[in-house]
């Protein structure tokens, strides 16, 4: 596609419950990322695929945040037992190499 | 780590007018790469300006320009003739220059464009 695709842009959960939210990079980005931004923050990193491998989640904040890429191109970041605390924007953004990235224009997850 | 800090929280402009926001950084790297992000409500992250930290001339696009002071790790923007369009989040972000590491951002600056 032209852009990243992220869906859905907005998503309401309830505490407790399972989210998957899903990112559709440019066609041949082998570099995917996903951050987490906060109300009023600038975007943290959670987490690094490059291809279907994924090669940094040192940005996850815990056990309840799961990523997959498993073909190379579309991924998914789950967050399991939604906490208040996961409220914020997701971002994701991919790249061919080289320093330059494309962003999506992020899913708003609201925790209730 | 790496650490970027804006501490601008919100800058106001005129039409027209010339404006400056600030970052510093924190790295103990040589190589390494800065940008300049704007952030419109619509949420994406669009690229103003990159620079290369092995580069010394000031990375220049149109409208926009930086300041980069390597030693004093200090990486300004400049948005001369501003626009209403203008008008967004503006956050400064860091690199590494090895591997695909992903970015480290700061807390950002809002720029209000006065008509």
């Known amino acids: 596609g032209a852009g990243v695709s992220q869906s859905p842009r907005y998503k309401v959960a309830k505490r407790g419950q399972d989210v998957a939210l899903r990112c559709d990079p440019i066609s041949g980005h082998v570099s995917l990322f996903w951050y987490q931004q906060a109300l009023g923050q600038g975007p943290e990193f959670l987490t690094y695929?490059?291809?279907?491998?994924?090669?940094?989640k040192s940005g996850l904040p815990s056990d309840r945040f799961f990523a997959e890429r498993p073909e190379g191109s579309v991924s998914t970041l789950k967050i399991q037992r939604t906490q208040q605390e996961d409220s914020a924007v997701y971002l994701c953004?991919?790249?061919f190499g080289g320093g330059g990235y494309t962003f999506g224009s992020g899913t708003r997850l609201t925790v209730v | 780590a790496q650490t970027v800090t804006q501490s601008q929280p919100e800058m106001s402009v005129q039409e027209a007018e010339t404006v400056t926001l600030s970052c510093t950084y924190d790295t103990s790297e040589s190589d390494y790469y800065l940008f300049w992000y704007k952030q419109p409500p619509s949420r994406q992250m669009i690229l103003v300006i990159r620079?290369?930290?092995?580069?010394?001339q000031n990375a220049t696009e149109n409208r926009f320009s930086v300041n980069f002071q390597k030693a004093a790790k200090s990486f300004s923007l400049k948005i001369s003739d501003s626009q209403l369009g203008d008008a967004a989040m503006y956050f400064c972000?860091?690199?590494?220059?090895?591997?695909?590491?992903?970015?480290?951002f700061g807390k950002g600056t809002h720029l209000i464009i006065q008509p």
């Open positions: 972000a860091y690199r590494s220059g090895g591997g695909a590491d992903g970015l480290t």
């Open positions: 695929f490059q291809n279907e491998a994924q090669l940094d």
């Open positions: 620079q290369e930290a092995y580069k010394q």
């Open positions: 953004a991919s790249s």
